[in-house]
């Protein structure tokens, strides 16, 4: 299993400017999540997903748009980037059952200038 | 609403003593705690989490971690550290309310081990 991958590692992008970060798991986990990591604030929630077709809104909703369109895909949409949304992004996946753990991406690092 | 306090940006411990990380949390009705670990550069890894059972969680890498109900607390702890296990460490938290499966994370704890 490649688990939960993320593309790109690394994009820089100028202010106004929109792109798509891609997230993917070969797990089959109902749940999908985005986070962004700010020095010293930990991770919040962006956008979560319990299943195809569902998603709904986390702590820092606001610039980013997602779906799910499959299981397996949960890409997050950055509508037009602002230098506040500099950041390292993570998605993560579990199964819906009480108690299941997250999995990790590796993370995507993004400056906007 | 719920929440995480790592009370503690960085512990200092010398390689072979025991470790704590300390974490306390806020949430409403029965807790479920995780403790994740991220090294540089790299994506968060689960360690160990509490559900129901038995307060005292053993996980990975020797780690382990003591649920205390009455003073909401899910401290990290090793008996034996060692230099490989310096990284930074998160404490999350969730309700166990079917409805919402968000994880609250704290805002971490660099734990550094010398030699």
């Known amino acids: 299993n490649a688990g939960v991958t993320q593309t790109p590692k690394f994009q820089v992008l100028k202010t106004g400017q929109s792109m798509t970060l891609q997230c993917a798991q070969d797990?089959?986990?109902?749940?999908m999540s985005w986070y962004r990591q700010d020095p010293g604030m930990g991770l919040r929630l962006i956008h979560y997903?319990?299943?195809?077709?569902?998603?709904d809104q986390g702590e820092v909703p606001n610039g980013y748009n997602v779906s799910r369109s499959t299981t397996e895909d949960f890409p997050l949409r950055l509508l037009s980037a602002a230098p506040s949304q500099t950041s390292v992004y993570f998605c993560?996946?579990?199964?819906?059952?009480?108690?299941?753990?997250?999995?990790f991406g590796p993370g995507t690092r993004l400056t906007v200038t | 609403a719920q929440s995480v306090a790592q009370p503690e940006d960085q512990v200092n411990v010398a390689e072979g003593n025991p470790l704590t990380v300390k974490c306390t949390y806020s949430?409403?009705?029965?807790?479920?705690l995780f403790w994740y670990v991220q090294y540089p550069n790299r994506g968060l890894q689960f360690l160990l989490k509490?559900?129901?059972?038995?307060?005292l969680v053993k996980g990975s890498y020797g780690f382990e971690a003591e649920f205390n109900k009455s003073q909401t607390s899910f401290h990290l702890k090793k008996p034996s550290a060692l230099v490989s296990d310096s990284a930074l460490y998160f404490c999350?938290?969730?309700?166990?309310?079917?409805?919402?499966?968000?994880?609250?994370f704290g805002s971490g704890t660099r734990l550094q081990v010398q030699p």
């Open positions: 509490y559900i129901t059972g038995d307060n």
């Open positions: 997903s319990v299943g195809a077709g569902i998603t």
């Open positions: 993560a996946s579990s199964y819906y059952r009480d108690g299941g753990e997250q999995y």
């Open positions: 999350a938290v969730r309700t166990a309310d079917m409805g919402r499966r968000a994880l609250t």
């Open positions: 797990m089959n986990h109902e749940y």
């Open positions: 949430v409403s009705g029965n807790p479920y």
